[in-house]
């Protein structure tokens, strides 16, 4: 199992900066990719972004030139630096892993004001 353990979301206004992390702990030898979804009120859980144990990176065409997805050097964390938030990036993000175990994080509630 990867059970995973989310911070930094909070209230921000409209053009301001956040960054989420996600720890994850447990068999992360495991894990082949990580990444952020979200799911804002009445819409269906997105791809925000996401991270091959390779570093190959993708991302949903709506943050792409304003979110950068990383981890850590022993890649058992990862993080989700947003810049320039809009309001229509409300939502609650979750960290999902994907590999021999499959998680989802507890989400994390981001609001951006305008």
């Known amino acids: 199992q990867v059970p995973l353990v989310e911070s930094g979301g909070g209230l921000v206004q409209a053009g301001g900066s956040l960054r989420l992390s996600c720890a994850a702990s447990g068999s992360i030898f495991s894990i082949r990719t990580m990444g952020w979804y979200r799911q804002a009120p009445g819409k269906q859980r997105e791809l925000v972004a996401s991270i091959s144990s390779g570093g190959n990176t993708n991302y949903a065409d709506s943050v792409k030139g304003r979110f950068t997805i990383s981890t850590n050097n022993a890649r058992n964390t990862v993080y989700l630096q947003m810049n320039s938030l809009k309001p229509e990036d409300t939502a609650v993000y979750y960290c999902?892993?994907?590999?021999?175990?499959?998680?989802w994080g507890q989400g994390t509630q981001v609001t951006v004001s305008s």
């Open positions: 999902r892993t994907e590999g021999r175990y499959n998680s």
